[in-house]
């Protein structure tokens, strides 16, 4: 597990039970034990099984959990992705914490799933991926959760590769004068993203030599019309504004990727409860 990620569960369990479970240890003496499980309450696409079990291995290394599935699963409502047994407090400590990892991780691969469904319909070969507007301290795990839904990564930092954005071409001067100014400075390795919000920015990025150029809050005639400037010179991205309902008038013939914020910024947590009886479900 990413060192990220221990010192995540570490900070979210300090803040929820840094005090203790007040009432589960005033209800059970610490030897009781309880059996239970986890299970989704609608269809959803897993995600988050290793991090939710090593929650509950934290607050007690008695407790036994068991996966009934894999992430990136696809589930319906009703079925246990998780078995529980051991010390009754610890499992109830635990229980919040491990819910939130859950269901936070459950809806972004459960979103994922449903653009890369979308974009498979559109038939164009178009790979959507997600942004850097992520959950402050979880763009590991989010990114993650996007892959076990099927789309795919942008950038990690900063650092992975260069994407001049409009800022970048206000505070340069011109968008030849930041590329040529990245250039020179850059490593080797990295490759060049332009943004371009009109058909002459897409032609002054091609001229600078740019290796990607993203089309930023295009309409569909102007995306088809600069696909035939870039022609192939440089793959093609398309971002701003896309949702599901919109993606298809996106997913042109030409364009190589999608990029989608509310993969991993507009998220609903996905439903699953944990139930302590022992009793096995339906």
Not at 21 to 48: K, M, N, Q, W, Y
Not at 97 to 112: E, P
Request: hydrophobic share 45%; with cysteine; aromatic share 2%.
């Amino acid at each position: 597990m990413r060192p990220q990620t221990e010192a995540l569960i570490n900070l979210a369990l300090a803040e929820d039970a840094g005090l203790g479970d007040v009432t589960s240890e005033s209800i059970f003496p610490a030897d009781h034990r309880s059996a239970g499980f986890i299970d989704a309450r609608e269809d959803l696409v897993v995600c988050g099984l290793e991090v939710a079990a090593e929650v509950f291995r934290r607050v007690d290394s008695d407790i036994t959990v068991t996966a009934e599935c894999a992430d990136g699963d696809r589930v319906t409502a009703g079925t246990v992705v998780l078995r529980l047994e051991g010390p009754t407090v610890g499992l109830l400590t635990a229980e919040r914490t491990a819910l939130n990892f859950l269901q936070r991780l459950c809806g972004v691969a459960t979103q994922a799933r449903r653009y890369a469904d979308a974009a498979d319909a559109a038939g164009t070969g178009v790979r959507v991926v997600d942004t850097r507007k992520t959950t402050p301290g979880w763009r590991g795990l989010e990114k993650y959760a996007v892959r076990c839904g099927g789309c795919g990564n942008h950038r990690f930092s900063l650092g992975e590769h260069v994407l001049i954005k409009d800022n970048h071409i206000a505070a340069a001067g011109s968008l030849a004068e930041a590329v040529r100014r990245v250039s020179a400075a850059a490593p080797h390795t990295a490759r060049i993203e332009v943004e371009a919000a009109t058909l002459d920015q897409v032609r002054e990025a091609l001229s600078a030599g740019a290796d990607v150029v993203l089309l930023d809050n295009m309409q569909a005639a102007d995306i088809t019309a600069a696909v035939e400037l870039i022609d192939r010179r440089a793959l093609v991205e398309v971002s701003g504004g896309i949702d599901l309902d919109n993606l298809a008038q996106h997913a042109l013939p030409g364009v190589d990727v999608i990029s989608v914020g509310a993969l991993t910024h507009s998220v609903t947590a996905a439903d699953l409860g944990m139930s302590l009886s022992g009793t096995k479900p339906d």
